[in-house]
């Protein structure tokens, strides 16, 4: 990340070398030196800002483009407007990260405890010499099933934030709370209480 920072304010560095020299050599390190910097937050940024990632591709291109074209005065202002679109980039990657992770957090920290409390009430139950008024064995079993399907979703989230795909994660994570209530319900158990809202996970790529 201080690489990526460093040559950002390469780019920013560069733009006064138009009052001493002709545009073109300036305006080819401000375009490359951005280039580096896109390049280097690109994989974080594709799994958490991927439109904003596009942007600034699209801006770069078309920088390159006015370079091409011998058009260096254009390009030289493009590429300093580059370094800007490429620290944007970087920040946000930054902030979608620390929101997801924590987003994340959260959900570890209260899943795997309704997971607990949903397993001790079915082996109670299973214990039991008789039901409770109201449950059943087609309950019972149902309850089990919802359980091995939560127990088992979350197992594949934890491997996909594990392996630092953290949208996909979530993605995976986002309905077992709402499964979770419902199993609980069934067993005639109180829901637990509410986890703070997860944020839109990044679109999966």
């Not at 910097?37 to 483009?65: C, N, R, S």
């Not at 099933?145 to 939560?150: C, K, R, T, Y």
Request: proline fraction near 4%; charged fraction near 25%.
């Amino acid at each position: 990340m201080k690489k990526t920072f460093a040559l950002l304010a390469c780019v920013l560095l560069v733009a006064g070398l138009a009052a001493c020299n002709t545009d073109k050599a300036p305006a080819d390190l401000a375009i490359k030196a951005a280039d580096d910097a896109i390049t280097a937050v690109a994989p974080e940024a594709e799994k958490y800002v991927p439109d904003q990632l596009t942007a600034a591709k699209d801006a770069l291109a078309a920088a390159k483009d006015k370079f091409a074209k011998g058009q260096y005065k254009e390009a030289l202002a493009a590429g300093t407007e580059l370094a800007n679109t490429a620290k944007d980039l970087v920040a946000a990657t930054a902030a979608k990260k620390d929101e997801l992770t924590k987003a994340w957090n959260d959900l570890a920290a209260s899943l795997p405890q309704t997971v607990a409390s949903i397993q001790a009430k079915i082996e109670e139950f299973g214990k039991a010499k008789k039901l409770p008024k109201g449950m059943d064995k087609a309950k019972l079993a149902q309850a089990q099933e919802g359980l091995a399907g939560i127990t088992k979703a979350w197992d594949e989230a934890s491997a996909a934030f594990t392996a630092g795909n953290l949208g996909e994660a979530l993605g995976r994570a986002s309905t077992l709370k709402d499964k979770g209530a419902e199993v609980m319900a069934l067993l005639g158990m109180a829901p637990a209480a509410a986890p703070a809202e997860a944020p839109a996970a990044a679109p999966a790529k």
